[in-house]
């Protein structure tokens, strides 16, 4: 055997440390397919080794690293013997070599983690950032590049995610310079199942076999583990075959045939083949059982029969599985996948001897302790340090911005696309299939589903803020868990746990190090408050090219439980008359008069600076409950958070959604654009008829919270109207729907 050179496990993406690490651990030299996976298995990617002593600070993770290791996503107990489960993922990399493939890819992947917890996929939501878009923004190749991204990105969720047959039913998307060349694309899929139906990854029974089901390996994506593990580079075209391909009709048989061989009671342990493809699923499985396993590739299904061992271990083909069966009821597995039409083989044993074992033509490739692999990865930390930026933006002076033109201030935010209706890329979405979708994209703060076999709802949401985490991470963490809670708290819902995705730039530079510890203790801190924990997530870390690195951006995903989905609401007001309330959290410091990293501040100033205000957490726990409370007592009938572009923009948003008119009056205070502009946490404006006026605003104070009379819903007008101390906004609401639904289209130039 060939000794291994030090250019063969670097161009891996192992150190010369870690090879000397492996050296130590095997005690002998590895053969080509041991480093190939020892290179996936010690990526960041699937090792998390820069992010492992981090994520302590969430108490589930750390109960599960300090037991029996986590499975592929949280189970949250929502009653009625129902629990759900989510995740949410990254394909970040991919997705900027290849945008249709990366993104659809991306959808697959985190269906089939959903999946292999025993649930049915019943709801996918995305959040997505790319460079600018608009003309005149940057360079016209970097614009185009974006455009195309964006384009290809949507296009590949609603292609995969259309035809598998789970609705998408809501998400985010974000422009910002720092993306450019580096989008991110999180993909997040909820699940529902039987609680006492839950699967687990663990293998176990010496003897069981251990069977191969779903589409065939092939050539592609080697090596993705280790691709999302680096930094994008000029080579990015010839990462291409470091890309998946994506079948979404496969995916649905799998998905359908899956539940079904659960069904028989004959499978022992399940995982999908996701990152690392063979080399994952067999020793995180094994690592989980504390067994060994040993499997004939021979027996692989192939889609080139000249497929090395290393080939086959490391392939992130998509749309498999790899399952444990009690022995001697292999064949009710088998005969399940085939009805489907999938291939389905045993390729191999649990075993005694704690290895994995791999044989290709007759001769062992590779034999390891896959606890090696999945438990002893090298753990790094880099001595983080505060950025210089972080001082500057903490001493902005406000005082020297002037006062903006309201009226025109609003609607050049309305026409901006990080506030803009979403809609030209929800539309290409299929968020009905499923017929479980009881609120959909853009009618609410969140979506909500009703599932059959209970008569609660499920409300979903997925929030970030980049900016506001670039300038101070700790609170941008807080506030993506905030608003993400206040979504869903506005359609009534309790918010009950959250998921998240953590992506940054190169963990080894100390800022960026500063910048991920600082916003997983903002996100800690706020989900244990919020009683909210994080139940599952993802970290993807070297987001950064030749033209930088990513605004540090976590990515929440959060769950809310409505004790009946009928009593959901949106954010439209319905009964003329109706009146608006502002109800907020008392706010203990407010920096910059609310002006600081916000919208307003950036879009009509040109202004990223400042820093955000940082959410007062009990508070807005009690407004959570305070949403739950008034809504599902039949007290409001809307409600909408105020968030970018502040209380304006909000209104207009109320406004566009009603049908009708709102007239509103408030008090300027110190700054007329901070009044109508500023970005305060915990304000929510909700709609009341007027004999129940009183009572809320009387609980609100009962919950130490203000409640103020701000205006009211005039059906039969056609304007939005907002006094403000001199100052009046009187816009015709379909002036402000032409901003809000054709500014993207615009940017992408294509009809709305």
Not at 109 to 124: F, H, S, V, Y
Request: glycine fraction near 12%; include cysteine; proline fraction near 6%.
């Amino acid at each position: 055997m060939a000794a291994i050179t030090p250019d063969v496990y670097l161009s891996m993406g192992l150190r010369s440390s870690e090879y000397d690490l492996l050296l130590k651990r095997l005690g002998r030299e590895p053969t080509l397919t041991e480093v190939g996976m020892f290179a996936v298995m010690w990526s960041e990617h699937c090792g998390y080794k820069y992010s492992r002593p981090v994520l302590a600070f969430f108490k589930k993770y750390k109960e599960a690293m300090e037991g029996s290791g986590l499975e592929n996503a949280g189970v949250v107990e929502i009653g009625d013997g129902l629990g759900v489960t989510m995740k949410v993922e990254s394909h970040n990399h991919p997705s900027a070599v290849e945008p249709y493939q990366g993104a659809a890819t991306g959808v697959g992947g985190i269906i089939r983690d959903i999946l292999t917890m025993g649930a049915r996929p019943i709801a996918g939501l995305n959040s997505l950032r790319f460079g600018p878009i608009r003309d005149g923004e940057d360079d016209p190749a970097v614009v185009r590049r974006n455009r195309f991204l964006f384009e290809g990105v949507v296009a590949g969720i609603a292609g995969y995610g259309n035809c598998v047959g789970v609705p998408t039913v809501g998400g985010e998307v974000f422009f910002h310079a720092r993306f450019s060349g580096n989008p991110l694309v999180n993909a997040m899929c909820v699940g529902l199942l039987e609680c006492d139906k839950v699967t687990t990854a663990a293998a176990s029974g010496v003897g069981n076999p251990v069977i191969y089901l779903g589409s065939a390996t092939g050539k592609d994506g080697i090596h993705g583990a280790t691709f999302a593990s680096d930094s994008l580079g000029e080579d990015n075209e010839a990462k291409r075959p470091n890309v998946q391909i994506g079948d979404p009709f496969a995916e649905k048989q799998v998905i359908e045939a899956t539940l079904e061989a659960l069904g028989t009671g004959a499978i022992v342990a399940i995982q999908d083949m996701g990152a690392a493809g063979l080399t994952c699923s067999t020793t995180e499985m094994a690592s989980k059982g504390s067994v060994g396993m040993d499997v004939d590739l021979d027996l692989v299904p192939m889609r080139e029969r000249d497929m090395t061992a290393y080939e086959l271990m490391l392939s992130e083909s998509q749309e498999r599985m790899l399952a444990v069966a009690h022995l001697g009821r292999e064949q009710e597995v088998l005969d399940v996948f085939h009805k489907w039409g999938l291939p389905a083989v045993v390729i191999g044993r649990v075993t005694d001897d704690g290895l994995v074992t791999i044989r290709r033509h007759g001769k062992i490739e590779a034999q390891v302790n896959p606890k090696v692999l999945t438990d002893e990865c090298p753990v790094y930390e880099t001595p983080w340090e505060e950025p210089a930026y972080f001082n500057v933006a903490r001493s902005f002076d406000i005082g020297k911005v002037p006062v903006a033109d309201p009226q025109e201030s609003l609607l050049r935010l309305l026409a901006c696309p990080n506030i803009a209706s979403k809609r030209w890329v929800y539309r290409q979405y299929d968020s009905e299939v499923q017929t479980q979708t009881s609120v959909g994209c853009g009618a609410a703060d969140a979506a909500v589903l009703a599932p059959r076999g209970t008569l609660k709802g499920l409300a979903l949401a997925i929030d970030g803020n980049g900016l506001k985490t670039y300038l101070d991470p700790f609170v941008g963490g807080q506030l993506a868990v905030v608003e993400a809670a206040r979504n869903v708290a506005c359609t009534g819902a309790r918010p009950v746990a959250a998921t998240d995705g953590l992506n940054f730039g190169n963990p080894e530079k100390p800022h960026v190090f500063w910048q991920f510890h600082e916003a997983v203790r903002g996100i800690a801190e706020a989900c244990e408050t919020m009683e909210t924990p994080v139940v599952s997530g993802n970290v993807s870390f070297y987001n950064q090219s030749d033209l930088g690195e990513v605004l540090p951006t976590p990515m929440i995903g959060m769950l809310g439980v409505l004790e009946s989905a009928e009593r959901r609401v949106g954010m439209g007001p319905l009964t003329d008359g109706a009146l608006l309330m502002l109800v907020s959290t008392p706010l203990n410091v407010v920096p910059q008069s609310g002006l600081g990293a916000s919208a307003y501040l950036a879009e009509i100033h040109g202004i990223e600076n400042g820093v955000p205000v940082p959410p007062n957490v009990p508070a807005e726990h009690r407004l959570c409950r305070f949403l739950e409370k008034t809504i599902g007592d039949g007290w409001v009938e809307a409600a909408h958070d105020v968030s970018d572009g502040g209380l304006a923009v909000c209104l207009s948003e109320m406004a566009m959604a009603s049908g009708g008119g709102l007239n509103v009056s408030l008090d300027s205070g110190d700054r007329l654009d901070a009044a109508l502009f500023g970005e305060f946490p915990g304000w929510v404006v909700v709609v009341v008829p007027p004999a129940r006026a009183v009572e809320t605003a009387q609980l609100a104070e009962r919950m130490a919270l203000s409640a103020t009379l701000i205006g009211a819903f005039d059906a039969g007008s056609a304007n939005l109207t907002i006094a403000c101390g001199d100052a009046t906004i009187r816009v015709p609401v379909s002036s402000l729907r032409e901003r809000y639904e054709h500014a993207i289209p615009a940017a992408m130039h294509v009809e709305a």
